[in-house]
């Protein structure tokens, strides 16, 4: 069973990076050809996608994201990794990572969830 | 970028049938895909490639789509089946993922 995994700090400071680290078990994130991406919700509000990375370190960002997002990947730790320079209180939100199947557009295996908060 | 537009709100009786539907551009192209998100859990994929399911959605979960809009088919709807739905697919601009803004559902 394909399980994913989000950790990293829950709580930011404005103008600072955020980070965030998947961490995949059950399969290699070598495997097939999903990509694998990030997913955020604001408090009380919608799903934004913010990118997506292959193993080889192909990207695809949200453009409205884009200049902000920097996306790796490790395969020797089978994990991948989000940074997001100059957050804001507006980047308060819970981040999912999951498995992205660029052909069909779905996200079909996703991690529970971090929240992180961005304030002063 | 492109924009899927869902009802915020549906409710509907125990038991009884219920559509959620998800409009867009995109939809004339690419095929919806479905998730059910309950109250502090993460989304989970209820229906892909329009019509399919994965293993472990209850076969009362069903697709569908014309022109640009997707449905979500909920036949003999239960209490467990309250929560939000949101709809997602390709898209035909420079954003590779639209998703839609969800619909609560809300079973009486």
């Known amino acids: 069973q394909l399980r994913l995994q989000e950790s990293g700090p829950g709580l930011g400071k404005p103008s600072e990076t955020l980070s965030l680290t998947c961490t995949v078990s059950?399969?290699?994130?070598?495997?097939?050809?999903?990509?694998w991406g990030w997913i955020r919700q604001p408090p009380g509000r919608g799903l934004e996608w913010i990118g997506s990375?292959?193993?080889?370190?192909?990207?695809d960002y949200n453009p409205s994201l884009m200049s902000r997002v920097t996306m790796s990947v490790d395969t020797s730790k089978n994990e991948f990794s989000l940074k997001l320079s100059s957050v804001t209180a507006a980047d308060t939100a819970t981040y999912y990572c999951?498995?992205?199947?660029?052909?069909?557009?779905?996200?079909?295996?996703w991690g529970q969830g971090t929240l992180v908060t961005v304030s002063s | 970028s492109s924009e899927l537009t869902q009802d915020p709100a549906v409710s509907v009786a125990l038991g009884q049938t219920v559509r959620i539907t998800c409009q867009g551009d995109?939809?004339?192209?690419?095929?919806a895909n479905w998730y059910q998100q309950k109250p502090g859990q993460a989304p989970i994929l209820v229906i892909y490639?329009?019509?399919s399911r994965p293993s472990g959605t209850p076969d009362r979960f069903s697709g569908s789509s014309s022109g640009n809009t997707a449905s979500l088919t909920i036949t003999g709807t239960q209490a467990e089946d309250e929560a939000d739905y949101y709809c997602?697919?390709?898209?035909?601009?420079?954003?590779?993922?639209?998703f839609g803004g969800g619909t609560r559902l809300t079973v009486l």
């Open positions: 999951a498995r992205h199947e660029i052909v069909g557009g779905t996200f079909d295996y």
């Open positions: 059950g399969d290699s994130i070598r495997s097939g050809t999903s990509f």
């Open positions: 990375i292959y193993y080889s370190g192909s990207t």
């Open positions: 995109s939809l004339r192209s690419y095929s």
């Open positions: 490639a329009k019509n």
């Open positions: 997602n697919s390709r898209d035909t601009s420079g954003y590779p993922v639209v």
